[in-house]
Antibody, heavy 122, light 107 residues
Framework: EVQLVESGGGLVQPGRSLRLSCAAS????????MHWVRQAPGKGLEWVAG????????GYAASVKGRFTISRDNAKSSLYLQMNSLTPEDTAFYYC???????????????WGQGTLVTVSP | EIVLTQSPGTLSLSPGERATLSCKAS???????LAWYQQKPGQAPRLLIF???SRATGIPDRFSGSGSGTDFTLIISRLEPEDFAVYFC????????FGGGTEVEIK
């Protein structure tokens, strides 16, 4: 069974940093691209960042480019999101997600974690 | 960036009725790389349709997707009580973007 378990969310002050982690299991982690998708409470979905299976290709939404960094450790089957210079607009549930197709970064998402809430507030 | 516009924002229907949801892209979606997701309160989204018209594993055949280029449609042929939820479209032909969602509510 595929499982994606996020951790690292919480309350943080504007301008500070936070690192999210995602522990993956139930599939061959290093065969698939992974993405972070966020959702502000009561709002829609926003793609945040994606990383190819071998970390050779990275992509970011314009709203986070230069502030957030996505990375992965295939030996640990883990995905990360380093978030710097946080603002209240970054407040959201952050979902760790798995691309549906082997190798391809641009793909539909077939598995989602339950999300971790990041709240940016003074 | 490809912008996806979903309509209507809210669809009020009764169980057994047909639901038609629209997703329009600001530019052509490469290879019809368009997916649909269902999200219920307090849950993560669930993949329904990929490649514009292919049902994901375990998705009932009352859900169908169609369209190409910039215009895509999700149809729920006969609404079941568990189908009342929010639906999002997503394109993955050029990076990834999501539409704003359509809520299907009980009339």
């Amino acid at each position: 069974e595929v499982q994606l378990v996020e951790s690292g969310g919480g309350l943080v002050q504007p301008g500070r940093s936070l690192r999210l982690s995602c522990a993956a299991s139930g599939f061959t982690f290093d065969d698939y691209a992974m993405h972070w998708v966020r959702q502000a409470p009561g709002k829609g979905l926003e793609w945040v960042a994606g990383i190819s299976w071998n970390s050779g290709s990275l992509g970011y939404a314009a709203s986070v480019k230069g502030r957030f960094t996505i990375s992965r450790d295939n030996a640990k089957s883990s995905l990360y999101l380093q978030m710097n210079s946080l603002t209240p607009e970054d407040t959201a549930f952050y979902y760790c997600t798995k691309a549906a197709r082997m190798i391809a970064m641009a793909a539909e998402i077939d598995y989602w974690g339950q999300g971790t809430l990041v709240t940016v507030s003074p | 960036e490809i912008v996806l516009t979903q309509s209507p924002g809210t669809l009020s229907l009764s169980p057994g009725e047909r639901a038609t949801l629209s997703c329009k892209a600001s530019q052509s979606v490469s290879s019809n790389y368009l997916a649909w997701y269902q999200q219920k309160p307090g849950q993560a989204p669930r993949l329904l349709i990929f490649g514009a018209s292919s049902r994901a594993t375990g998705i009932p055949d009352r859900f169908s997707g169609s369209g190409s280029g910039t215009d895509f449609t999700l149809i729920i042929s006969r609404l079941e009580p568990e189908d009342f939820a929010v639906y999002f479209c997503q394109q993955y032909g050029s990076s990834l973007t999501f539409g704003g969602g359509t809520e299907v509510e009980i009339k």
